[in-house]
């Protein structure tokens, strides 16, 4: 954490910074949503209609007592939930999936974002209030997202940002693709070496 700071405020003259975590730790998918919801009823846990049971260990790995970086160099939590109107498999799988982000020529999908900014000074410390906090605020998040179910969008204000562009999709497809062919390609290459030392050149013949 500290490095991450460090090199933000050595990166840009703000020293702003964004770190992303996902307190579920796994896609929510139908068969781990019925899991979670068993391991919650086994441990007395509320019971999630839309997410995974949170995992509060790495949060506190980053804001809990041991570490005090990220509170003293972040304002907030920006705790975002969001809804898909297009579903499919009885309802429970969304879309777009990542094949139809990549493959999908340019069809627009709506997705809804709800968005909550929470003063980093309002989150708990202590792990036993932070894993509660965290509990609470996937209790809401729940909430939302059944508001979202029923009503096709999220309570409260709405802002529409400007779509994606053919253009843009068609750019990031490109890019994915050469950034996976580049990790395949060097994914091989150290293969062959460990194997004994063959010689690959990327994108060419062996």
């Known amino acids: 954490m500290q490095k991450l700071a460090d090199r933000s405020k050595a990166a840009y003259s703000t020293g702003n910074y964004w770190m992303t975590i996902f307190p579920e730790g ?5 068969d781990k949503l019925k899991d979670a919801q068993e391991f919650s009823k086994a441990r007395s846990l509320p019971v999630f209609e839309n997410t995974l049971v949170p995992r509060s260990k790495g949060l506190l790995a980053t804001m809990g007592e041991d570490c005090t970086v990220l509170r003293e160099t972040a304002d907030a939590v920006v705790d975002l939930t969001i809804g898909y109107l297009d579903r499919r498999s009885g309802g429970l799988k969304v879309r777009p999936s990542v094949t139809d982000l990549l493959f999908g020529l340019g069809r ?4 809804h974002v709800h968005v909550r900014v929470i003063p980093i000074k ?4 202590e792990d036993d209030k932070f894993t509660k906090w965290l509990m609470d605020v996937f209790v809401e ?3 939302l997202l059944n508001h979202h179910k029923k009503h096709g969008c999220f ?3 709405v802002r529409k940002v400007p779509t994606a562009t053919l253009f843009l999709l068609v750019y990031n497809l490109i890019t994915f693709l050469t950034i996976a062919l580049f990790v395949v390609a060097l994914g091989l290459k150290l293969c062959l070496f460990a194997k004994g030392g063959a010689r690959l050149t990327f994108f060419g013949t062996c």
């Open 26 to 30: 796994t896609r929510c998918r139908p």
């Open 108 to 111: 627009r999908w709506k997705v």
């Open 122 to 125: 309002e989150v708990p410390k």
């Open 141 to 143: 998040k729940d909430k």
């Open 155 to 157: 309570p409260g204000p």
